[in-house]
């Protein structure tokens, strides 16, 4: 079946402290892109890959990383989580249409 | 600056209607145009793309019109149904090499039985 995964879907963390969200899709897609979804504001771009080891800003891309070191998988990357990136989290892999991941709801206190 | 503007009300139709929700933009030229449906909670799920060329597009109960002089597309559901209930969710693209797409805020629907 096709589909993108990501890991973890439920997360409480702390300020500071650094965490990885994974997504991985089994599409070969090359195309891989991160949003943050908040109330009022739709969806928003974090960051997108064209392909492996090539990655480029989004709309709002401070404060994360990313990294694409194989086709199948784009971890982000929050070095130091702060209050403000409490969010809904979406990776989407993608030819024109986006797939997307079932989500990952981030709350930092 | 760019603009997309979908209708931020909630819209409630009865089943069995035909359900029309609405997705402006300004200041852009899109190469194509999707539509997906979000349930609560869930990932958004693609239905249709139209590109800037087509008028028209239609899927099952599903169809979408795009018109590039009044920056607007039409999104419509016949013969509506309570599991159509969701919010759906406007998208453009400008460039088709970095096929980055930029989301309206959605349209919640509400089909009542």
């Known amino acids: 079946e096709a589909q993108v995964t990501q890991n973890p879907r439920y997360l409480i963390t702390v300020t500071g402290k650094k965490l990885t969200v994974t997504c991985s899709q089994n599409?070969?897609?090359?195309?891989m892109s991160w949003y943050r979804q908040d109330p009022g504001l739709g969806l928003r771009q974090i960051y997108y890959?064209?392909?492996?080891?090539?990655?480029d800003k989004g709309d709002v891309p401070e404060g994360y990383k990313v990294s694409r070191k194989e086709k199948r998988n784009f971890p982000l990357i929050l070095e130091s989580p702060s209050p403000n990136q409490t969010s809904l989290y979406f990776c989407?892999?993608?030819?024109?249409?986006?797939?997307f991941g079932p989500g990952t709801r981030l709350t930092v206190t | 600056s760019q603009k997309i503007e979908q209708n931020s009300e909630a819209l409630n139709i009865q089943e069995g209607k035909t359900a029309t929700l609405t997705c402006n933009y300004t200041?852009?030229?899109?190469?194509?145009l999707q539509w997906y449906r979000q349930d609560p909670g869930r990932g958004p799920v693609f239905l249709l793309l139209?590109?800037?060329?087509?008028k028209e597009k239609r899927k099952e109960r599903l169809k979408v019109t795009f018109d590039t002089t009044l920056k607007q597309s039409l999104f419509h559901i016949t013969a509506s149904q309570p599991a159509d209930s969701a919010t759906y969710l406007c998208?453009?693209?400008?460039?088709?090499?970095?096929?980055?797409?930029?989301f309206g805020s959605g349209t919640r629907l509400q089909v009542q039985p």
């Open positions: 989407a892999s993608s030819v024109y249409e986006q797939y």
């Open positions: 599409m070969n897609h090359e195309y």
């Open positions: 890959s064209m392909n492996v080891e090539v990655t």
């Open positions: 200041n852009y030229s899109p190469a194509y």
């Open positions: 139209i590109r800037e060329n087509e």
């Open positions: 998208a453009l693209s400008v460039d088709t090499g970095r096929r980055a797409l930029t």
